[in-house]
Structure formats: C-alpha cells, structure tokens
C-alpha cells in the first residue's frame, strides 16, 4: 500500500466532516431566515419576564444607532441555532455513529434526546420562575433619584448567559449516571458525598444567580433534586463491581464509608 493510499481514510473522514458541517451551517441559515421574520416578536417574547416586573411606561432602550439592528439579529441568530438544533444533534450522530461499537449506538441516541430536554427544561426554569424574581430585586435598586434604563445589548447578554447557565446546570443527572457508567463515582461514594454536593450547590447558586437569598434557593433546591435523580440513574447504569457482575457479594468489596451509605 503506498503512502497516498494510507492518506484515504482520513482525507474521507475529514470530506464527510466538512459536509455535514455544511449542512448544519446551511440549516442554521435557514432557521436564521424564518426567525429573523419574527424578529421583534421573538425578542418581546425574550425580554417579557423583565417587562412584567417593570414599572408602568418604563421601557427598555438602545444606546447606539445600531445596536437595536444588531441586538434583533442575535436574536435570529440564537433562534435559528435552537430551529437547526435536531439538524446538529443528527449530524453530529451520523459523524460519530461508524466509530462506536453496536452496544454503544444504542445510548447515544437517547443521551442526545435527554441531553436536549434537560437543557431545555433548565433553560425554561430559569425563564419562568428565576427571571421575575431575579429582575424584580434588581429593579428594587431605582429610587426617585436613580432611574433603571436597561438597554437592549446588556439584556440579551445577561438573559443568553443566565439561560445557558440553567440549561448547563441541568445536565447534572446525565453527566454523573455517565461518570458511575464507566466507574468513575458510584452509588455509595454519591450518598456519602451529599452534603458536600449542597455546599456547592449553594455556592455555584450564589455566583450564578442575582445575589439575593430568594433565587439562590431556587437555583440550588432543583440541583438537590436532581442530585438525588442521580444516583438512581447511577444505581440503574452504573458499572457494577466485579463480585456483583459475578454473581458474588459486590457489598463486601466496598469501604465501610460506603457500606454505612448504601444503607442510608
């Protein structure tokens, strides 16, 4: 075989790589196209958690000439990300599908279908029940001498990055069923590790949310909930210990801190 012929496979992965780039990107467009028709709509349906706790006639406003321009085609721009997100997600699976065994076809179709509605479903949080009370605190500042006038920018920046935040944070019951998956935690190190986990929760509540105790509960008590959603998905698709794969005693393989967990 001569050392141009060694040079196919790659060159082939990296074709097929471009091409379903393209498609994505082309699907991207076309989300981008349809959204950007709706424009104002989509950004009113964006900044309406924030209107409602508004006082009456205030509004928000653009500082620059462009930045209403710019600011509604972010807004297409995101939308059309979300309108081509099953296009990605089936690309991306097709890129991926021929280099993993047939036992691990089977997962990832649903870790992608789980993926997307976790995200979803943390995003849809964070709009629904953190927004009003996160931006009612802030708008608590404004007296008669100072006068909130949020601008367009600076909403879609903070709105986009609080609900990527939520949408991330909700990941957590599949990134640790993963992790038990290839042996990494297990069920009893999840258990015994729970009041550790809150801290943090608290913690990384209080950095991503508004700074006021009210939204920081309702950051962390989700992430508590999803924490104990972890590990039953970890005792249902986590590595099993080798005695226990055998048909022996896996309880006797493991540490006494874990023994006492696995019994809480």
Do not use: C
């Not at 089936?90 to 036992?103: E, R, S």
Request: charged share 20%; net charge neutral.
């Amino acid at each position: 075989m001569t050392h141009e012929d060694d040079k196919m496979p790659f060159l082939s992965h990296m074709e097929e790589l471009r091409d379903r780039l393209i498609r994505s990107f082309v699907a991207v467009g076309i989300g981008f196209s349809i959204a950007y028709g709706f424009k104002e709509k989509l950004f009113e349906i964006l900044i309406r958690p924030l209107v409602s706790v508004m006082g009456k006639g205030d509004t928000l406003i653009f500082t620059s000439l462009p930045e209403a321009f710019f600011t509604y085609l972010k807004v297409a721009f995101l939308t059309g990300i979300m309108v081509a997100s099953p296009v990605i997600l089936y690309q991306f699976w097709m890129f991926v599908a021929p280099g993993l065994y047939q036992k691990e076809k089977k997962f990832l179709l649903p870790i992608v279908f789980l993926s997307t509605l976790f995200f979803v479903g943390g995003s849809l949080f964070g709009y629904f029940i953190v927004f009003p009370y996160g931006f009612k605190f802030f708008l608590g500042f404004a007296n008669e001498n100072i006068q909130a006038l949020p601008s367009m920018k600076e909403y879609l920046s903070f709105a986009s990055k609080l609900l990527i935040a939520f949408g991330v944070v909700f990941e957590l019951p599949l990134v640790l069923t993963a992790l038990a998956r290839m042996g990494v935690v297990s069920v009893g190190f999840l258990k015994q590790n729970r009041k550790y986990a809150l801290l943090i929760f608290f913690i990384g509540a209080a950095i991503i949310t508004p700074p006021d105790v009210v939204t920081q509960i309702m950051m962390a008590l989700p992430l508590m909930l999803l924490y104990e959603i972890s590990i039953i998905g970890a005792r249902l698709f986590g590595k099993k210990p080798p005695a226990e794969a055998d048909g022996g005693d896996a309880f006797e393989t493991m540490t006494e801190p874990e023994k006492k967990a696995e019994n809480e």
